[in-house]
């Protein structure tokens, strides 16, 4: 038996590792580039394996695979898959949950960062050629009236999702002064009192926060979980920074929000959809920081990323379960369809 590996995004560099890595294990490496259900469909219907990111794993998707044994995902984010079915199907999906935990926790600091000290208006300045002079100090006092500079120490940040990417957040946090609270349900009363933060409900969290920062899955329930009635609850001097999905906002709302000086300002490394248009009233704020969803990246998590895939894919190939697996509810099924797994 031969086994059928196949990757449908349109590119990854590094992946495949080697076709020799598949060959020893009696597998072929097919990259079939789609995109859309019916794509996806074609190029996955006898597929032993996937791999993907962020691409439409819907249950039409899922239902239409004859023999998948394995959905694995580039990256931390599994939104594109449709899990319930998957796991109907004893299909098992895995991503790599360790993944560039320490880049996004550093990118959203450094937005914290940009935020507070208003770098990027401030840079604007200067190539405007509007750094003042000693005897004509617009420039610094221009922008103190119109943003304000608050001291960072002794500010609120609040999280939105406490996993690992939130947890690595905490202690560059605290190393500039600042208190954090968060809201995850999920996570113990006992486990966040360990880590130093403080447990509160998401309207608390919205009410006390100078800055908020997003870090759980986007899923059907939290889709545009922060829309106008959640914005108008900041503190008007505070900002919202987004390293996690961009359909946990409603952009329209959020957009009007900054105008109107509901709130300061955000910083996005993910919009919704990505690129976002280039109508996007975003686009047109000077008080809104967008990075194209860069927070993942360096030359070590590249790496990691490209060892933690092909790690779940050859698991699975060898009969065993995924480092990564997301739907352990998966594995009765999936060994009453292929019993050399258990």
């Not at 495949?16 to 190029?43: K, V, W």
């Not at 946090?173 to 998401?202: C, N, Q, R, S, T």
């Not at 790690?311 to 009765?332: D, I, M, Y």
Request: proline share 6%; charged share 20%.
């Amino acid at each position: 038996m031969s086994y059928k590996v196949v990757m449908t995004l349109f590119r990854y560099p590094g992946i495949p590792s080697s076709e020799e890595a598949y060959q020893r294990l009696d597998a072929t490496f097919r990259h079939t580039p789609c995109n859309g259900e019916d794509g996806i469909m074609a190029a996955t219907k006898v597929c032993d394996v996937a791999i993907t990111a962020m691409q439409p794993y819907t249950r039409r998707v899922i239902e239409n695979m004859q023999h998948c044994r394995l959905i694995s995902v580039i990256g931390i984010g599994y939104d594109g898959v449709d899990i319930e079915a998957a796991t109907e199907r004893g299909i098992l999906v895995a991503n790599v949950p360790d993944y560039c935990q320490e880049e996004v926790a550093n990118h959203a600091m450094a937005l914290i960062l940009a935020c507070n000290r208003k770098l990027i208006p401030i840079a604007q300045a200067v190539r405007q050629k509007a750094w003042s002079t000693p005897e004509k100090p617009e420039i610094r006092y221009n922008i103190m009236q119109k943003y304000g500079l608050p001291r960072l120490s002794g500010q609120v940040l609040g999280i939105v999702g406490l996993g690992r990417i939130g947890q690595s957040l905490v202690p560059r946090a605290k190393a500039f002064g600042m208190g954090v609270i968060a809201f995850d349900p999920f996570v113990p009363d006992a486990a966040m009192e360990h880590m130093g933060v403080e447990k509160v409900d998401l309207d608390s969290l919205l009410r006390e926060s100078d800055y908020v920062s997003l870090h759980t899955n986007l899923t059907l329930q939290n889709r545009g979980m922060i829309g106008m009635g959640e914005l108008k609850k900041m503190k008007s001097t505070a900002y919202i920074i987004n390293t996690a999905r961009g359909g946990l906002i409603n952009e329209a709302d959020l957009a009007q929000a900054v105008k109107e000086c509901v709130l300061a300002g955000a910083a996005l490394d993910v919009t919704d959809p990505e690129p976002p248009p280039h109508n996007s009233p975003l686009l047109l704020l000077d008080r809104v920081i967008i990075t194209a969803h860069t927070a993942q990246y360096s030359n070590e998590a590249v790496a990691d990323l490209r060892r933690g895939v092909e790690e779940n894919v050859f698991s699975v190939l060898r009969g065993h379960l995924p480092p990564g697996l997301l739907n352990p509810q998966a594995k009765e099924t999936h060994l009453e369809r292929w019993p050399r797994n258990a």
